[in-house]
């Protein structure tokens, strides 16, 4: 693909996750500077892969900032137009309770928030919601059914949004816009398939603990909502590259223009293609 050219610079968090690293990928092939987070530095497999996409060796500039460590994100903020917060944190040991990743998830979005209020430069943070968030809840807040993504998810959403409007130091104010995406597949440039692909395809590929998150989100929504990854990260750039103003929350991407590639067939088809590439689809006529 052609690179377009700009002079923007933008930064994302999880730049080495599933969403991450193809939004990272498309940035940089439209022309923009990309500062990317990841949680180490030091681990070859992560940044080799970052840095071996085109246009890498001079566009992207990678930070080391983990989700529970929130303040480490600042200096990747810097002189950033725009912030798109996609990374979210998930259990990375047995130990780890529900409350200690809910609190890391609503530290990482008001940390976040409150350097792009300090950086003069960041205009708008676009924050990667789930369709999940979306669901009904009691009178307390909270649907006593929900699992700890499900609730992270929810409150972090919340806390981000309370910042929109607020003033920054330059004298604007900042914009927040939320993205709710549904269930993701289509595709992956990872070398393993993403756990909201193998949730898709879990009936495929008989995976009972997938199969238990899909049938959880069909209790949840009433029905199984899911979307492309390339049509996920083509919405992430529009909502940064809007103009300021508009009415984001009663507005529908396809109001503003915004073109699906990719229908239901497309996305299954393609997600189990992918899945077949890399074997956890495997002798079966679909």
């Known amino acids: 693909m052609e690179k377009q050219e700009t002079s923007k610079i933008c930064c994302v968090t999880g730049g080495s996750g599933y969403l991450g690293y193809w939004l990272v990928k498309k940035l940089l092939e439209k022309g923009y500077t990309v500062h990317a987070t990841i949680r180490n530095l030091d681990d070859e497999s992560k940044v080799g892969f970052l840095k071996s996409l085109p246009g890498a060796a001079t566009n992207l500039v990678l930070f080391q900032s983990d989700i529970y460590n929130p303040h480490e994100f600042k200096h990747a903020i810097q002189g950033c137009e725009f912030v798109f917060h996609v990374a979210t944190p998930m259990q990375t040991t047995d130990t780890q309770s529900s409350q200690e990743i809910i609190k890391a998830a609503i530290s990482g979005v008001r940390s976040i928030a409150e350097s792009c209020l300090q950086s003069p430069a960041v205009k708008r943070i ?76 879990s009936q495929l590929i008989g995976n009972l603990s997938t199969f238990v ?35 984001w929350d009663k507005s529908k991407l396809v109001k503003m223009g915004f073109v699906y590639k990719y229908d239901m067939e497309n996305i299954l088809d393609d997600s189990v293609k992918c899945g077949r590439r890399l074997a956890v689809v495997v002798s079966l006529n679909c």
């Open 126 to 201: 676009i924050y990667t919601a789930s369709v999940l968030g979306a669901s009904p809840l009691t009178k307390d807040g909270f649907n006593v059914n929900s699992c700890t993504y499900t609730v992270s998810k929810t409150l972090a959403e919340k806390e981000a949004l309370r910042y929109n409007g607020e003033a920054n130091t330059n004298g604007g104010k900042l914009e927040v816009l939320s993205l709710a995406c549904g269930l993701v597949g289509g595709e992956t440039l990872l070398s393993f398939v993403p756990s909201s692909m193998a949730v898709m395809i």
């Open 213 to 247: 998150a899909l049938e959880y989100m069909e209790q949840l929504l009433g029905s199984i909502p899911i979307v492309h990854i390339d049509d996920v990260c083509e919405a992430h750039v529009l909502m940064g590259e809007e103009k300021e103003g508009i009415a």
